[in-house]
């Protein structure tokens, strides 16, 4: 078992829907989650960080993370043909380590 | 304000020769991570590095491989003797503080290494 999955898609909406992302995670010593946006060819740009269960909204993103089911998700509301891009989903656990598990990333294409 | 920094964006070796990448944190940054990304994969942590220390290079491979990050320069990724299997996107990434949970890592442009 991969210690952080992603569906590598992709996964095509219309512009304007709701595009949902989903992570999942086998560490459950796992304290930090982080959403990446990396366009082809280019580097991967933070987009969101939670810590704590629940909903964490930022402008059109909301992060959603339930520790008990190892799940973390992203929701773009509004997409936009510039949200297509590969989503990378970022673990971090406070074990004393300092290793960030990145999953393989999910492709998103915004059709306009 | 310069974000992460990192030379050369591109990188050609024939197999048997170095490779020296370089990684530049952001003003205020003394931590640095180093990632691998293969082709249609995701990052690969490598090596967490702080001024003069290694602090984490459980990612990284345990012959060819070596980082630096000196008191004064850029942090050094050195691949000895390259093999094709080298090929790939080497990103360094720069963070404010000590590597806990809430640390935010911030990424450089990455250096395409391609061995012929």
């Known amino acids: 078992q991969k210690e952080v999955e992603q569906n590598s898609g992709p996964l095509s909406v219309p512009e304007g829907a709701i595009a949902s992302l989903n992570c999942t995670y086998s560490d459950r010593g796992s304290q930090s989650f982080f959403w990446y946006r990396q366009y082809s060819g280019k580097s991967p740009e933070l987009i969101m960080f939670i810590y704590s269960n629940g909903d964490k909204e930022d402008g059109r993103f909301t992060a959603q993370l339930n520790k008990a089911s190892q799940y973390v998700s992203l929701l773009i509301r509004d997409s936009q043909p510039s949200d297509s891009a590969t989503y990378l989903c970022?673990?971090?656990?406070?074990?004393?380590?300092?290793?960030?598990?990145f999953g393989a990333g999910t492709r998103l294409f915004v059709k306009a | 304000n310069a974000g992460v920094m990192q030379n050369p964006r591109h990188l050609v070796r024939r197999r048997g020769q170095e490779a020296r990448l370089r990684c530049s944190p952001m003003?205020?940054?003394?931590?640095v991570y180093w990632y691998r990304q293969l082709p249609e994969e995701g990052l690969k942590f490598m090596v967490y590095l702080q001024k003069e220390n290694i602090i984490d290079e459980s990612g990284m491979p345990k012959e060819r491989f070596s980082a630096e990050f000196p008191k004064e320069g850029p942090s050094i990724l050195r691949i000895q003797q390259v093999v094709r299997g080298d090929s790939a996107a080497y990103f360094c990434a720069s963070s404010p503080r000590s590597g806990g949970y809430t640390d935010t890592q911030y990424f450089g442009p990455g250096t395409r290494l391609t061995v012929l």
């Open positions: 970022a673990v971090k656990a406070d074990t004393g380590g300092f290793k960030t598990i």
């Open positions: 003003k205020g940054h003394s931590h």
